[in-house]
């Protein structure tokens, strides 16, 4: 059985590469039984869909500009 630490560290892993099935399958276990990483699980999806729907605007400093002062 996976530890919720465990748990995360595979999420953040699959957002970089594919698990293999005994991990996917593990991780599918835990998450019907633990509402904590089925929650980090969302937080995650949400940050990611913010993150991806962020596009800077003319008006919005960029990281060339220095910092107004």
């Given at each position: 059985?996976?530890?919720?630490?465990?748990?995360?560290?595979?999420?953040?892993?699959?957002?970089?590469?594919?698990?293999?099935?005994?991990?996917?399958?593990?991780?599918?276990m835990h998450m019907m039984m633990c509402d904590g990483c089925r929650n980090f699980e969302r937080q995650m999806d949400m940050l990611r869909?913010?993150?991806?729907?962020?596009?800077?605007?003319?008006?919005?400093?960029?990281?060339?500009?220095?910092?107004?002062?």
């Open positions: 059985m996976l530890t919720c630490r465990r748990v995360t560290e595979l999420l953040s892993e699959a957002q970089e590469h594919p698990l293999s099935l005994r991990d996917r399958a593990a991780l599918r869909k913010i993150s991806r729907s962020y596009v800077p605007t003319a008006n919005s400093p960029s990281e060339e500009d220095p910092q107004p002062k």
